[in-house]
T-cell receptor, first 113, second 111 residues
Framework: NAGVTQTPKFRILKIGQSMTLQCTQD?????MYWYRQDPGMGLKLIYYSVGAGITDKGEVPNGYNVSRSTTEDFPLRLELAAPSQTSVYFCASSYSTDNYGYTFGSGTRLTVV | QQQVKQSPQSLIVQKGGISIINCAYENTAFDYFPWYQQFPGKGPALLIAIRPDVSEKKEGRFTISFNKSAKQFSLHIMDSQPGDSATYFCAAGGYGQNFVFGPGTRLSVLP
């Protein structure tokens, strides 16, 4: 049982480039999330999804886009990379929003230069 | 109202000692309070969680104490071990609400 799988693990982007961070879960969870983690700042929610075809903005959505075409996949798109997007990105999923914790992926470390 | 405060930012404890991390929340609609443990290079992993209908929950060496009236909860790690050295995040959430995470506490347990 793989849980939540994120790819790539590391990436260096130049300013203005685009990329997609991949996230796949095999637990049949309806809820999926994207967080960014900056030193000393905890986890900030970028986007989330409550099911296939449904997405919504979190606390820090600017500069990002998401899609949820299947229950399993929740890719995060950076269109015009900026140095402020240098961070560690975590994808997570959960069975519901009540009484259940999140299962996190192992993260993608992104550096924008 | 969505903020979760966490202290201390960092903590150094001797092996065998007790580690205590505190969190406070403001949103009274929150009714589920998990703690996550994160090792370097890994994603956070659910450690233990509590609902406000109990004041304490214990799992092995890890205990959550919950004070509903004060809107505070804390994680106690008894007999701390070097293998417990990690960053710990508290969080708060509830039905229909996304979790809000504290900023994290970096724990170092000295051998």
């Amino acid at each position: 049982n793989a849980g939540v799988t994120q790819t790539p693990k590391f990436r260096i982007l130049k300013i203005g480039q685009s990329m997609t961070l991949q996230c796949t879960q095999d637990m049949n969870h309806n809820y999926m999330y994207w967080y960014r983690q900056d030193p000393g700042m905890g986890l900030k929610l970028i986007y989330y999804s409550v099911g296939a075809g449904i997405t919504d903005k979190g606390e820090v959505p600017n500069g990002y886009n998401v899609s949820r075409s299947t229950t399993e996949d929740f890719p995060l798109r950076l269109e015009l990379a900026a140095p402020s997007q240098t961070s560690v990105y975590f994808c997570a999923s959960s069975y519901s929003t009540d009484n259940y914790g999140y299962t996190f992926g192992s993260g993608t470390r992104l550096t924008v230069v | 109202q969505q903020q979760v405060k966490q202290s201390p930012q960092s903590l150094i404890v001797q092996k065998g000692g007790i580690s205590i991390i505190n969190c406070a929340y403001e949103n009274t609609a929150f009714d589920y309070f998990p703690w996550y443990q994160q090792f370097p290079g890994k994603g956070p992993a659910l450690l233990i969680a509590i609902r406000p209908d109990v004041s304490e929950k214990k799992e092995g060496r890890f205990t959550i104490s919950f004070n509903k009236s004060a809107k505070q909860f804390s994680l106690h790690i008894m007999d701390s071990q070097p293998g417990d050295s990690a960053t710990y995040f508290c969080a708060a959430g509830g039905y229909g609400q996304n979790f809000v995470f504290g900023p994290g506490t970096r724990l170092s347990v000295l051998p």
